[in-house]
């Protein structure tokens, strides 16, 4: 080994282990900052967690939503795993001269697929920077930052092609086809001598060590952290079903009293695994391309929402612990959050300017100085950012946790949710109408036999299914006849089923999407009593929201029962062959999947299977739908309150159901027909298209003119 070679082996190491430092500096700051969020218990069910991964991560399932960027990110994940073993060959060559990885026979074939690994990146770097500069999505930032990694990918890409060539022309090697690219290099330069090849091999071979060295430092202090967190976050994502809330604990010691608050009012009170979600996103904007609030014009941007809660957590990590988030420090000693963390690092006394900047950052405020509450009440909580969202992150949860806050420690509320929320209080139901009124409904038609649980019990009766209404159905006319026509065709098919009447309360989903979980744990306890009470084991409703919250979250307070949504319940009824459509219904329908019966609980396929088994129906699909498919505008609450900004979110759902030409719009949730009646109206072509309940339209061919002459009745 000559002098040249020790130097540039001493070289090798000071500026590795000089990186490999600075690396695991920022990942441990990084980690100490997720560390100042709430512990959370981790269950143990690798299987699924491995699975997640396998899917998610290495199967890349929700970045190929997106076609064209999901074919990227894949040539660019898999090419820069692949890459690296010749990354490790490269460098190798560069420690000993004239020497390659020992692959013996292998290594003409290893050199040939590198190449081609090399070319397949370059070429979706190019096509990157077209999509992000050229094409210039609206989703997608664009900046130095934004096209940073492209030009690190790039270079590492280029420097490796450029060195192997040059080193074919050092060496004096014959041409290979099992080098295509670096064999074109070399006859390019096959003028140079031997020494002037040698430098420019070896200046290629340092371009490509810094900027490789470089990238890994880069990496955990940018959105590129996705890398690492992404994959932390799929493996650790709850198991829990889609969408579901945690429970507030409200037993409080009485010395904590004066202390306590509920919710997130500050970044610490996220818990570790919320912290995680900050740090995994790669700000792709597919959350924000798909929210309904941002493509009407909201305040919200849930790709936003979390870049400002991450840069929050960064400058409250640095005060906090008094570690640096940006390394090496001293090239960035002027940054916020380097100074945030010399100042905390250093105790300034409580009278200096330093000290009063630390205070300033500690008692500011999470909600008003980093995310503002228009966009908390913004959040229909319909979940379709984190169905597109590529690394699993949950911002529904965020939101309502804000919201709680709001809501049970500062007592701030819309009015209008105000209002609903006192009159859920005091009547059960949101209008503020009468609880003796409830079960005025059945009084429609005489002929229809829906008996209450304690009618049933006079007559020493039993029934199978408790039969859920809900407030809608109980009170709103429109909605009163989607449940008429489910009882008929429950009478129909000889289901024996029950409704609580005028003993049935709210069911709480309401004032927990709201952030009053005082209000929906004393609803849901009330609620489960009285179903313990009545020994209800089956539970069917017409309202995914309730659907949702007995289903999925009633549990956490003692619920034990099978919960059924009314098109579930008839799709397997007419499976069964106890009710059969035969009248024909003559028309072209577009469904509407509910966000509460689809992304929540993915059922897409029962309300379809229903119309597809009526003669005469032809079911159109709109461009958004099942998974995909965009909100009403009723969801998180936002039913009982008005929209004051931008356009309306059901007026922008109906246009995308009219693009199909329907003469009906189908929906399976009372609060979507409501909003999509709306719609249809405000465009001026409810008589030309109307609205139905999937139970209205089976009714239609169940009981044919029977049906006809009671509606005109």
């Given at each position: 080994?000559?002098?040249?070679?020790?130097?540039?082996?001493?070289?090798?190491?000071?500026?590795?282990?000089?990186?490999?430092?600075?690396?695991?500096?920022?990942?441990?700051?990084?980690?100490?900052?997720?560390?100042?969020?709430?512990?959370?218990?981790?269950?143990?069910?690798?299987?699924?967690?491995?699975?997640?991964?396998?899917?998610?991560?290495?199967?890349?399932?929700?970045?190929?939503?997106?076609?064209?960027?999901?074919?990227?990110?894949?040539?660019?994940?898999?090419?820069?795993?692949?890459?690296?073993?010749?990354?490790?060959?490269?460098?190798?060559?560069?420690?000993?001269?004239?020497?390659?990885?020992?692959?013996?026979?292998?290594?003409?074939?290893?050199?040939?697929?590198?190449?081609?690994?090399?070319?397949?990146?370059?070429?979706?770097?190019?096509?990157?920077?077209?999509?992000?500069?050229?094409?210039?999505?609206?989703?997608?930032?664009?900046?130095?930052?934004?096209?940073?990694?492209?030009?690190?990918?790039?270079?590492?890409?280029?420097?490796?092609?450029?060195?192997?060539?040059?080193?074919?022309?050092?060496?004096?090697?014959?041409?290979?086809?099992?080098?295509?690219?670096?064999?074109?290099?070399?006859?390019?330069?096959?003028?140079?001598?031997?020494?002037?090849?040698?430098?420019?091999?070896?200046?290629?071979?340092?371009?490509?060590?810094?900027?490789?060295?470089?990238?890994?430092?880069?990496?955990?202090?940018?959105?590129?952290?996705?890398?690492?967190?992404?994959?932390?976050?799929?493996?650790?994502?709850?198991?829990?079903?889609?969408?579901?809330?945690?429970?507030?604990?409200?037993?409080?010691?009485?010395?904590?009293?004066?202390?306590?608050?509920?919710?997130?009012?500050?970044?610490?009170?996220?818990?570790?695994?919320?912290?995680?979600?900050?740090?995994?996103?790669?700000?792709?904007?597919?959350?924000?391309?798909?929210?309904?609030?941002?493509?009407?014009?909201?305040?919200?941007?849930?790709?936003?929402?979390?870049?400002?809660?991450?840069?929050?957590?960064?400058?409250?990590?640095?005060?906090?612990?008094?570690?640096?988030?940006?390394?090496?420090?001293?090239?960035?000693?002027?940054?916020?959050?380097n100074q945030l963390a010399k100042m905390a690092k250093e105790g300034y006394s409580g009278q200096d300017e330093a000290a009063?900047?630390?205070?300033?950052?500690?008692?500011?405020?999470?909600?008003?100085?980093?995310?503002?509450?228009?966009?908390?009440?913004?959040?229909?909580?319909?979940?379709?950012?984190?169905?597109?969202?590529?690394?699993?992150?949950?911002?529904?949860?965020?939101?309502?946790?804000?919201?709680?806050?709001?809501?049970?420690?500062?007592?701030?509320?819309?009015?209008?949710?105000?209002?609903?929320?006192?009159?859920?209080?005091?009547?059960?139901?949101?209008?503020?109408?009468?609880?003796?009124?409830?079960?005025?409904?059945?009084?429609?038609?005489?002929?229809?036999?829906?008996?209450?649980?304690?009618?049933?019990?006079?007559?020493?009766?039993?029934?199978?299914?408790?039969?859920?209404?809900?407030?809608?159905?109980?009170?709103?006319?429109?909605?009163?006849?989607?449940?008429?026509?489910?009882?008929?065709?429950?009478?129909?098919?000889?289901?024996?089923?029950?409704?609580?009447?005028?003993?049935?309360?709210?069911?709480?989903?309401?004032?927990?999407?709201?952030?009053?979980?005082?209000?929906?744990?004393?609803?849901?306890?009330?609620?489960?009593?009285?179903?313990?009470?009545?020994?209800?084991?089956?539970?069917?409703?017409?309202?995914?929201?309730?659907?949702?919250?007995?289903?999925?979250?009633?549990?956490?307070?003692?619920?034990?029962?099978?919960?059924?949504?009314?098109?579930?319940?008839?799709?397997?009824?007419?499976?069964?062959?106890?009710?059969?459509?035969?009248?024909?219904?003559?028309?072209?329908?577009?469904?509407?999947?509910?966000?509460?019966?689809?992304?929540?609980?993915?059922?897409?396929?029962?309300?379809?299977?229903?119309?597809?088994?009526?003669?005469?129906?032809?079911?159109?699909?709109?461009?958004?739908?099942?998974?995909?498919?965009?909100?009403?505008?009723?969801?998180?609450?936002?039913?009982?309150?008005?929209?004051?900004?931008?356009?309306?979110?059901?007026?922008?759902?109906?246009?995308?159901?009219?693009?199909?030409?329907?003469?009906?719009?189908?929906?399976?949730?009372?609060?979507?027909?409501?909003?999509?009646?709306?719609?249809?109206?405000?465009?001026?072509?409810?008589?030309?298209?109307?609205?139905?309940?999937?139970?209205?339209?089976?009714?239609?061919?169940?009981?044919?003119?029977?049906?006809?002459?009671?509606?005109?009745?």
């Amino acid at each position: 080994m000559n002098t040249l070679e020790v130097i540039n082996w001493i070289l090798f190491l000071a500026v590795t282990v000089y990186a490999l430092g600075l690396f695991v500096q920022v990942v441990r700051t990084r980690i100490a900052y997720i560390k100042m969020g709430r512990k959370v218990e981790i269950d143990k069910a690798w299987k699924e967690r491995i699975n997640k991964v396998m899917v998610n991560v290495f199967g890349q399932k929700k970045l190929l939503k997106d076609k064209k960027s999901g074919t990227i990110h894949v040539m660019m994940f898999y090419g820069f795993l692949l890459v690296q073993f010749g990354a490790i060959d490269f460098i190798w060559k560069g420690l000993a001269t004239g020497s390659h990885l020992p692959l013996g026979f292998l290594y003409p074939g290893f050199t040939f697929f590198q190449e081609l690994v090399t070319l397949m990146i370059l070429i979706a770097v190019i096509w990157a920077f077209y999509r992000r500069y050229i094409e210039k999505l609206v989703r997608l930032k664009r900046g130095f930052k934004a096209g940073l990694v492209l030009i690190f990918i790039g270079t590492l890409m280029l420097s490796v092609l450029l060195g192997n060539g040059m080193e074919i022309v050092w060496h004096g090697e014959e041409l290979t086809w099992t080098e295509p690219v670096a064999s074109g290099i070399a006859a390019a330069f096959a003028w140079m001598s031997p020494t002037a090849a040698a430098v420019v091999f070896f200046v290629s071979w340092w371009i490509h060590l810094i900027a490789l060295l470089s990238f890994l430092v880069y990496v955990p202090q940018s959105k590129h952290a996705h890398l690492l967190a992404a994959p932390t976050n799929v493996f650790l994502s709850r198991n829990d079903p889609p969408g579901k809330l945690s429970k507030i604990d409200f037993n409080i010691d009485e010395e904590d009293e004066e202390d306590v608050s509920f919710g997130v009012g500050k970044i610490e009170d996220f818990d570790q695994l919320q912290m995680i979600d900050f740090y995994a996103c790669v700000e792709c904007g597919r959350c924000t391309n798909v929210c309904p609030a941002a493509g009407t014009g909201k305040m919200l941007s849930p790709m936003d929402l979390i870049v400002k809660l991450r840069d929050h957590l960064t400058e409250k990590g640095a005060v906090v612990t008094g570690k640096s988030p940006w390394v090496p420090s001293y090239a960035f000693a002027g940054t916020e959050g380097n100074q945030l963390a010399k100042m905390a690092k250093e105790g300034y006394s409580g009278q200096d300017e330093a000290a009063a900047t630390i205070e300033a950052m500690e008692s500011t405020n999470l909600i008003g100085d980093v995310i503002t509450e228009e966009e908390l009440w913004a959040c229909t909580t319909c979940r379709n950012c984190e169905d597109a969202c590529p690394v699993m992150n949950e911002h529904v949860d965020k939101i309502i946790d804000l919201r709680r806050y709001l809501v049970l420690t500062e007592g701030k509320m819309d009015p209008d949710a105000q209002r609903a929320m006192m009159n859920i209080e005091r009547q059960g139901n949101p209008w503020g109408l009468s609880k003796k009124e409830r079960q005025n409904w059945r009084e429609a038609d005489e002929n229809l036999y829906v008996p209450t649980v304690k009618e049933l019990k006079k007559e020493d009766e039993d029934f199978e299914y408790l039969f859920w209404v809900g407030a809608m159905g109980s009170y709103d006319n429109r909605s009163q006849k989607i449940v008429q026509d489910f009882a008929r065709l429950m009478n129909k098919a000889g289901v024996k089923f029950a409704i609580l009447g005028n003993k049935e309360r709210n069911s709480g989903d309401t004032a927990r999407r709201l952030g009053n979980e005082f209000l929906f744990q004393e609803l849901a306890e009330k609620n489960i009593k009285d179903f313990e009470k009545n020994g209800v084991k089956k539970i069917v409703t017409t309202d995914p929201h309730a659907y949702n919250v007995f289903k999925n979250e009633y549990p956490d307070f003692g619920l034990e029962a099978e919960v059924y949504h009314h098109t579930e319940f008839l799709a397997k009824l007419v499976e069964e062959g106890r009710l059969t459509p035969e009248h024909e219904v003559k028309e072209r329908i577009t469904y509407h999947d509910s966000c509460y019966l689809g992304r929540y609980n993915e059922v897409y396929e029962e309300p379809r299977d229903v119309l597809k088994a009526i003669p005469g129906v032809t079911v159109v699909e709109m461009e958004r739908s099942r998974e995909n498919s965009m909100c009403c505008g009723a969801g998180g609450g936002l039913m009982w309150t008005e929209e004051k900004t931008g356009n309306r979110v059901n007026v922008a759902r109906t246009e995308q159901a009219l693009e199909t030409d329907p003469n009906t719009i189908a929906s399976a949730c009372p609060f979507c027909l409501t909003m999509l009646s709306d719609g249809t109206k405000a465009k001026e072509v409810e008589d030309d298209v109307s609205t139905m309940d999937v139970a209205e339209v089976l009714a239609k061919s169940i009981f044919g003119d029977e049906k006809e002459e009671k509606t005109a009745s």
